[in-house]
């Protein structure tokens, strides 16, 4: 009903908020991708929004920035923060414990939901290398709550294959978009 | 810090056009009510005529997606043809949390956009040759985002339904003209027919008027959300500026007989000097130019 109302109203646009909780089950799945499918964890990630033009967006920046810092000293990682073309802005995380890496995401992708800014959040990509060396991403987006494959090649074509199996072979271990129309490509990712 | 948490949300929200849209929906209603009591009244067989318009209005939600897209010359991109903006699409798609949308193109320099389609899963975004020549990439993202706001609040649904009595009301005015409805006639058919007849012009007029409204209300919820979505409310004012500066300089035939289509671009491809905006599917470029200023002093924090 409230629904409907939204929708009569014209308020079904409105943004919609984060759903941080199921990113952190990447930890488990990256040690099943590498002992059982042979997919080696990079030890990068990056943390992906679209940044607004606010006084109180740049003050959420700040903090943002401080508490990586803060992270950074404390595990043996690196960041650095990069807009891309399309004038996303990227958070990319360098650390060999992968598990650390999962956890700074996930806390800075909180410091924005707390500022208010979760809205704003797009996605957190993670780099898997197959035993070829060719990447696959698990990229988690934030308005789904989900993990969505992503196996890019050479002239923006996608290994369809590569991606549903390892969807139908990560379902219990990882929160997996099953509908592939919701697998939304991210070319060019800077991990 | 909660209400901090909830700082994109507020901006979302507009109270006003909300009691407006309230507004306007009630009066429909009531208009509609008025209408069926009045059909009913009149002996006419009133089962018969709301069958009839809601298959036509069914026929109409479903078709208009293909219809429209072959009516306008609409092409949907391939994979990999035009990657930026297919890119750009997706991304936005994803930001706004719906589903890939197809992408189409139409080859005309008149620079304009528009969304069509039944819901979230079936719903393509149509841009012209001319508004990717003429717009930078983030005008070109906030005119997107504005089309997958409409796309979201499922404005051609509801328009489609809301106008729906509309719909039956100019039908059964025209039977009634056509078959003798008109004042001579009046008597010997008896009064019920002639109340029918006054009742459904007055249904149309009135409704197709609130339905206007509606769709302009509707034109600023999408301008608000894209300015939020992108992040930058007047990277769309600055948009919407040059196509209709541009829109009103390039004369052309192509898009403009497409009228029935009006409500669905951007920026309407007809703009007959004479429109009084009582009579507009879209409220006038200054007065959007002039909510998202306003939306920007919002995210500053100036207002």
New interface residues.
């Given amino acids: 009903m409230k629904r409907l109302f939204d ?11 984060p759903r941080v909780e199921g990113l952190i089950a990447i930890s488990t799945a990256a040690i099943t991708m590498e002992a059982q499918l042979g997919f080696v964890p990079r030890p990068i990630a990056g943390l992906v929004f ?8 740049e003050r959420a920046q700040e903090e943002l920035d401080g508490v990586l810092q803060i992270a950074v000293k404390e595990t043996n990682s690196t960041y650095r923060i990069w807009t891309d ?4 802005r990227w958070v990319i995380l360098e650390d060999p414990d992968f598990e650390d890496l999962v956890t700074t995401i996930q806390g800075a992708s909180q410091i924005l ?8 959040l ?2 957190a990509v993670f780099r898997f290398d197959d035993r070829e060396g060719r990447p696959f991403y698990w990229i988690y ?1 934030f ?2 709550g989900k993990f969505t494959p992503f196996a890019p090649r050479e ?3 996608r290994d369809e294959t590569q991606e549903l199996r390892l969807v139908a072979l990560l379902e219990r271990e990882l929160p997996v978009e099953r ?1 592939p ?7 060019d990712i800077p991990v | 810090m909660v209400y901090s948490m909830r700082r994109v949300e507020r901006w979302a929200r507009d109270p006003e056009l909300t009691i407006r849209m309230v507004l306007v929906l009630f009066g429909l209603g009531l208009l509609y009510i008025l209408f069926l009591t009045a059909l009913i009244a009149s002996g006419i067989d009133t089962v018969a005529v709301l069958v009839f318009a809601a298959v036509f209005a069914f026929l109409q939600v479903v078709l208009s997606e293909p219809l429209a897209l072959a009516s306008v010359g609409a092409r949907i991109l391939k994979p990999g043809e035009q990657p930026r903006l297919q890119e750009m699409v997706e991304r936005v798609a994803a930001l706004a949390g719906i589903p890939r949308i197809r992408v189409g193109i139409i080859e005309t320099p008149m620079p304009n956009a528009f969304a069509i389609g039944k819901g979230l899963r079936s719903s393509t975004v149509v841009v012209t040759r001319g508004l990717l020549d003429l717009l930078d990439d983030e005008e070109l993202e906030a005119v997107i985002a504005h089309e997958i706001a409409h796309v979201r609040n499922r404005d051609v649904l509801v328009m489609t339904i809301a106008g729906f009595f509309v719909v039956v009301a100019q039908l059964v005015f025209r039977i009634l003209f056509w078959s003798g409805g008109g004042s001579s006639d009046r008597n010997r058919r008896g009064s019920g027919l002639a109340i029918a007849f006054m009742v459904s012009l007055l249904v149309w007029i009135l409704g197709q008027l609130l339905l206007l409204a509606l769709s302009r209300y509707r034109e600023f919820v999408a301008d608000r959300m894209a300015g939020i979505l992108t992040g930058r409310p007047l990277t769309l004012a600055s948009a919407l500026l040059k196509i209709s500066g541009q829109i009103s300089r390039i004369p052309s035939r192509d898009l403009r007989e497409v009228q029935e289509m009006a409500a669905f671009f951007i920026i309407p491809p007809l703009r007959g000097e004479s429109l009084l905006a009582l009579f507009s599917t879209h409220p006038p470029v200054s007065e959007r130019v002039r909510r998202l200023e306003q939306l920007q002093r919002q995210l500053e924090g100036l207002a």
């Fill in positions: 929708i009569l109203f014209g308020r079904a646009a409105r943004p919609v908020p679209k940044p607004m033009e606010s006084v109180y967006f073309s399309y004038r996303y939901t707390e500022h208010g800014f979760g809205e704003q797009l996605a987006q308005k789904l002239g923006r074509r509908r129309e919701l697998w939304y490509a991210l070319w």
